[in-house]
């Protein structure tokens, strides 16, 4: 069965250091997604992709984020800068049209030191 | 505003007994909502969906617009589904707003 899936499963970072979180969603699919979920608390929506380009975002989502999906298969999350509060799991997910389900990653767990 | 409340951050029953794990959703518009399971050390899976009606796993949810509710049901619990269970709501953009989630412990 095809599944999205997610690298590294687990980054550590310094502070103020840049990291890429990969998504490989799966091949038919259109609408992709980074959500987060900060340690306690509930799955929150960051960024949706469609069409090569951001569809929508949350307040979340400020200038130290980006997406790109640079070679058609791989959607990456850029923090340019991290903060103590970027410590979360990330999660990615995929979907094929505009009303299917969205299938999930596994998720990378950031920890921000 | 477009949001999930899942009241219970813990339901703790034993095996057979019923269980039933609140959902409340406000949007305004026809809400499409799900129920996603996430099982130890795995990932967010769809259990439900409301449009498509249907039992998976003996769990069902009615959609009930005038309670704007989507409460989960299970008539007898077993141990296997022991898991988070979010409440998600699909937002005007396509994407997913979940509740805080609930941690079902099936006891046997």
């Known amino acids: 069965e095809p599944e999205v899936t997610q690298t590294p499963s687990h980054q550590v970072t310094q502070m103020g250091q840049e990291v890429i979180l990969r998504c490989v969603p799966i091949?038919?699919?259109?609408?992709f997604y980074w959500y987060r979920q900060i340690l306690g608390q509930k799955v929150e929506f960051l960024v949706s992709?469609?069409?090569?380009?951001?569809?929508?975002k949350s307040e979340i989502f400020d200038d130290q984020f980006s997406v790109e999906r640079p070679d058609g298969s791989n959607f990456t999350l850029k923090i340019r800068s991290t903060k103590l509060e970027d410590s979360a799991m990330y999660f990615c997910?995929?979907?094929?049209?505009?009303?299917?389900?969205?299938?999930f990653g596994q998720g990378t767990r950031l920890t921000v030191v | 505003a477009q949001r999930v409340t899942q009241p219970e951050k813990l339901l703790s029953v034993f095996k057979g007994a019923p269980v039933e794990l609140k959902c409340n959703y406000s949007?305004?518009?026809?809400?499409?909502l799900f129920w996603y399971v996430q099982y130890s050390r795995q990932r967010l899976q769809l259990l439900l969906r409301?449009?498509s009606r249907e039992s998976i796993k003996g769990f069902t949810a009615d959609l009930n617009k005038g309670e704007t509710s989507f409460h989960l049901k299970k008539p007898f619990a077993q141990e296997e589904d022991s898991a988070m269970y979010y409440c998600?709501?699909?937002?005007?953009?396509?994407?997913?707003?979940f509740g805080k989630g609930t941690k079902l412990s099936v006891k046997p």
């Open positions: 997910a995929s979907r094929a049209g505009a009303n299917t389900e969205a299938f």
């Open positions: 091949s038919n699919h259109l609408y």
């Open positions: 992709f469609y069409n090569n380009e951001i569809s929508e």
């Open positions: 949007y305004s518009g026809s809400p499409e």
């Open positions: 409301h449009i």
């Open positions: 998600a709501l699909r937002g005007s953009q396509g994407n997913l707003i």
